[in-house]
Structures are given as C-alpha cells and as structure tokens.
C-alpha cells in the first residue's frame, strides 16, 4: 500500500472525554478538559486494505499489523519488535488448577531489550522520526528507560532517560551502556514523571511517555493482535496483564475490539483482569471497592519496581474497563510474587521479572477465588525478563551445592536426602 493511504487511516487525535478532535502532532492531553488523547481511526479505509491473507504473507513482526498502527510512512524504528511466542502452558496449569487451555504470550524474550516496552517504544519513535525530533527521552520504571535507550541509539537519536534513584542494577546498567543521557532522581515514579512533562515542553523534546503518549500507547495493541491471530484468529475468553499506568490492559482490549470491527475474529467476548502488587494497587484497589475513581498511592513499596506507578495516567479508563468487560482487578504481596516467579520458571522453563510473578499470582488467587473461570481459555502476558530483577530473588533462591572435582563428593550430594535441592516453588 502507498504512504497515501497511511495518511488517511489515521485521521487525528481525539480526546476520550470531550471526543474533540486535533491534528497529529506531539500532544497529549486535550486543552479545553485535560483530557487523555487517542490516535483516531477511518477503519473503514483500513478495512479496504487489510486482510488475514494480507497480513499472514507479511514478515513475523509487529509491523505486519501496521495498518492498525498510527505511521504514516514506513516504520523507521524497531523494525524487527514483536512476534514473540505464545506458549501453551500445560504444567502451569495443573499447578494452579487451570483445566482449560492456558497461555503465555513471552514477552520477557521480546527483540531487543526483553520487554513489552519493545512495542511501545517501536512506534513512539518512528513517530517521533516522522514528527522531526533529533532528541528523545522518557520517565521509566526501567524496562522503558532501557528501550528507549537502545532503539534510540539504533536509529541514531539523542536520548535521556529519568528514572527513580532506586532501580534495579540490570535496568540502570539496561539502559547507560547505549550511551543515553541517564538521570536518576531523588523520588518515586511519579515525580519524576512531572519532572518529565516539565522538560518535554521547556525543550520541544519528544518524551515518548509524555507527549508523544498517544502513538507510544497504540503500540501495545500489537500483543493482543498477535495473541489473537496465534490462537487461530481468535480471541481469548480471559487475559490476565500486569498494570502499570493501566495502557498495556486497556491496549489489549481495544485491539480485540479492533480485529472484530474489522472482521478479522468472529465476535468474542474477552474478560479482562489486572494485576498489580499489593505494595502499589491504585487501580486493583479502585475495582474491588467499586470506586469511581482511582485513589493515588503517595508511596508505592514493592519488589515489582516496574509496575510501581503510584498516580497511573490511565488508571481510570482501565478500571472502568475491566470491570465492564466482566473481568476483576487483584494485587498479590512480594512474598506471592517471588513464589510466582519460581513456579513460572519451574513449571514451563520462563524466567520472567517480578512484574510476571504478579501476573502469575494474582492468575492463581483469581482462580482460587472462583473470579477467574479455570475451564475457559486464558492467556497470562508476561511482559519482562527475570534477568533484569535479580535483585528480587536472591534471598529467595537457593545457592549451588559445591563440591571438589571429585566423584564421591557428586555421588555423596545426589544420594543425599532430596530436601538438598529443595527449591522454593515447590
Ligand atoms: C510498563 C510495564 C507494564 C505495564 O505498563 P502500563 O503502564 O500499564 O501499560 C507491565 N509489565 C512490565 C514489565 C512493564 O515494564
Ligand atoms: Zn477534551
């Protein structure tokens, strides 16, 4: 298809309270109600041009849904995101008594820095190509700051990157070695997300959480397109995804939305559950009080660092959400979680970050609850790395037996009683 047709797909911005409409461009909030904008659609011109076949016969990237993505040229960044695998989980599932088929959609092995923030990132920054900006940043929990940081240094952009003062080693080494200007702040995410707006608009840079928001949040849509077409051009009955800011949940709902406006998936109807920690659950604190609102939390304290967003930018719409769509939102302490990182790790061989062990847990205490329907088919979004959260196992896990280079030392260990190798899942 011709870059003109790109250009008529998307028409604009549009805020999702006042629905008033604005041209594309570096915004992300309506001017007259501070309202939230969003990439506004003509899916009858996408429908003309997008078909299954179309999109089967197109390289395995997130791009090959780009007629649902808001570019208008060719991508420029990120061109190789996406695609990851979707794993059918069948010893998780009798671990946490799931009978019906299972998922995981693997994020945690994502091109390239081994996160969903692959997605987002891909799209803000060809956007922000398009859009004429030489310089980029982000405020991050840490997956964000390591993507921005190497898809920037890959597409030859100045970056910085602002994160709180107490990131995990592997997200702040993630994200200095590609050469970004790295800030830490004294604070939590939230104030260092302030700070950021403040410099996106004293600069003129393109913050990709900020002002470029509207086309970074689409990006997310990707994992529900692939979930779908991977399950045989079909939606899930239930997904559960950790929440951040709240836009990966509401994303992977808009996109089954998408594809069945489109007629892509046969009407399904999705439930959708959030995950978040007990340490920081604004949103899963919102819906099982039935609150209209959400409630910031002033000090988020868990191990899940990624998804400790006290004040989340969408919270709001994805706590409406989940509960419109017949889902529930649920929040799991950091004990739950390093227990649902070693039993991912030890019933399907996927070392996730600590935000997957929130998924996982709250999967299980979901089902536990009777919330969660065990017979249905369930996809689990597992969207960063253990690697980069190691701090958050390693009073958890244990350590090696040694032993001399000798055969009766091995043999002395392997007849030892089993509690030898006990591990903590188990
Ligand atoms: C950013 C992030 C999320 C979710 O982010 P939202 O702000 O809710 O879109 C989930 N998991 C990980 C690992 C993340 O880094
Ligand atoms: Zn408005």
């Known amino acids: 298809m011709s870059h003109a047709d790109h250009d008529t797909r998307v028409r604009g911005l549009k805020c999702r309270l006042c629905g008033k409409l604005y041209p594309k461009q570096a915004l992300n909030f309506c001017t007259d109600d501070f309202g939230p904008l969003e990439v506004d659609y003509d899916y009858e011109a996408v429908a003309r041009s997008l078909d299954r076949a179309t999109i089967e016969r197109r390289p395995r990237t997130m791009w090959r849904y780009r007629e649902l993505l808001p570019v208008d040229g060719e991508p420029t960044v990120g061109r190789h995101v996406g695609c990851t695998p979707l794993v059918k ?33 891909a ?3 060809s956007k922000a190509v398009e859009l004429g900006f030489k310089t980029v940043g982000c405020a991050s929990t840490g997956n964000l700051a390591g993507s921005v940081a190497a898809n920037a240094a890959a597409a030859g952009l100045e970056a910085y990157i602002l994160i709180p003062d107490n990131l995990e080693q592997g997200k702040v080494l993630g994200c200095t070695v590609y050469g970004a200007k790295v800030v830490a702040i004294h604070g939590n995410y939230d104030q260092v997300n302030r700070l950021c707006s403040q410099i996106a608009f004293r600069y003129g840079w393109g913050f990709v959480n900020v002002n470029l928001r509207p086309f970074y949040a689409e990006g997310s849509k990707t994992m529900g397109f692939e979930i779908a077409e991977d399950l045989g051009w079909v939606a899930p009955n239930q997904v559960v995804a950790p929440m951040a800011g709240g836009s990966l949940i509401g994303k992977l709902h808009k996109a089954f939305g998408e594809l069945q406006k489109l007629g892509l998936i046969p009407k399904t109807h999705t439930r ?9 659950n604004p949103i899963t604190n919102s819906v099982k009080t039935d609150a209209l609102k959400v409630r910031p939390i002033r000090n988020p ?3 899940a660092k990624s998804l400790a967003i006290g004040d989340p930018a969408d919270g709001y719409f994805a706590s409406l959400m989940l509960r419109d769509s017949g889902g529930w939102g649920e929040d799991v302490t950091d004990d739950e979680i390093v227990q649902g990182m070693t039993l991912l790790a030890e019933t399907e061989g996927i070392f996730s970050e600590t935000a997957g062990g929130v998924t996982l847990a709250v999967a299980r205490k979901l089902i536990a609850q009777g919330k969660l329907d065990p017979t249905a088919s369930t996809v689990l979004c597992i969207t960063g790395n253990g690697l980069k959260t190691q701090e958050a196992l390693l009073d958890h896990i244990p350590r090696p037996k040694v032993i001399d280079p000798k055969l009766e030392q091995f043999e ?7 509690a030898e190798f006990a591990t903590v899942g188990a």
């Open 89 to 121: 989980a069948d010893r998780l599932a009798k671990a946490i008594g799931h009978t019906g088929p299972l998922y995981l959609k693997n994020d945690a092995v994502n091109h390239p820095t081994l996160s969903f923030k692959d997605r987002v990132v």
């Open 123 to 125: 799209v803000a920054l």
């Open 272 to 280: 959708m559950f959030g995950a978040q920690a007990t340490g920081c």
């Open 301 to 303: 304290q868990t191990i």
């Open 412 to 418: 002395a260990l392997v007849g030892a009683a089993p």
